[in-house]
């Protein structure tokens, strides 16, 4: 059965913070309708390599996108590209760096700021380029998105909880208090979402460390949650779900033909 899926990744957010903030994501776990998995994140700890390794399911060493500053575009088969090549709609309201590894590269805000074009992997988009860009525009963005297009696949990438963990680090008020933010913003779209049909994936890229950055081997630079929400999910506690699985998994959840690894247990 094919559904439609919502990836939403929080930039930055580190598992514990994620436990203990997430009030609203937290009651539907409470609830018996969602679940919460503990990730490690692949190496390194930085961003656009896990972007590459959330969406493709290879690991930085193997995609060569290494470090934050390799500007081109992917050479692997990410979950756009697999959607699109089984018929379905795409979106992102995401950071300009997904755009650049999925669209076109280097990011021409010009050009590329908003996109819709049939023809990308990434065939509608709302991407931003400065980290404290709100993330209650962010969510905005992707919801007009939703309603507009209705995607198939639809990503969600705001940065707020990583801005601020790089201004005030992982034991402060200000990091801390940006993930309740976020949980707050998904409040008002979580249901609805459900609603329409969307299963749901809630997970980061990485932690933050007390130094206010990461890339390093510290459980609170690698540890990471993953929320699902929704009738495919099994919700089994049994499940081990890793961070190279979530491509191929989203994709099982779509339909989509693929050759990358599966976390079977995390579906029913």
């Not at 094919?2 to 609830?31: E, P, T, W």
């Not at 390799?70 to 309201?93: D, E, I, N, P, Q």
């Not at 990503?155 to 990091?175: F, T, W």
Request: contains cysteine; negative net charge; proline residues 4%.
């Amino acid at each position: 059965m094919s559904h439609k899926v919502i990836l939403v990744m929080l930039d930055g957010l580190n598992y514990q913070v994620a436990r203990h903030a997430l009030g609203h994501l937290q009651a539907f776990c409470a609830a018996g309708r969602a679940a919460l998995y503990k990730l490690e994140c692949e190496l390194p700890a930085l961003s656009r390599p896990l972007y590459e390794t959330i969406l493709t399911g290879i690991t930085p060493i193997d995609s060569g996108i290494v470090n934050n500053d390799v500007v081109r575009l992917s050479s692997g088969s990410s979950v756009f590209h697999y959607a699109r090549s089984a018929g379905l709609k795409t979106a992102a309201a995401a950071y300009h760096w997904i755009s650049e590894l999925y669209n076109r590269a280097p990011f021409d805000a010009g050009r590329d700021r908003h996109t819709s074009d049939a023809s990308l992997p990434i065939q509608y988009g709302h991407f931003y380029y400065a980290d404290h860009y709100p993330d209650s525009h962010l969510f905005a963005d992707a919801e007009s998105l939703r309603r507009v297009h209705q995607p198939d696949f639809l990503l969600v990438h705001p940065m707020n909880i990583d801005d601020a963990g790089h201004k005030h680090g992982l034991d402060s008020s200000q990091y801390r208090n940006s993930a309740r933010s976020a949980d707050v913003l998904l409040a008002n779209y979580l249901q609805r979402w459900l609603d329409d049909g969307y299963q749901i994936l809630v997970t980061a890229d990485h932690g933050m460390n007390n130094d206010r950055s990461h890339n390093g081997l510290l459980p609170e630079e690698r540890e990471v949650p993953l929320f699902v929400l929704g009738d495919a999910f099994s919700l089994s506690a049994n499940a081990q779900p890793s961070q190279l699985q979530l491509c191929g998994t989203i994709c099982e959840l779509l339909s989509a033909h693929h050759d990358k690894p599966v976390c079977r247990e995390l579906l029913k």
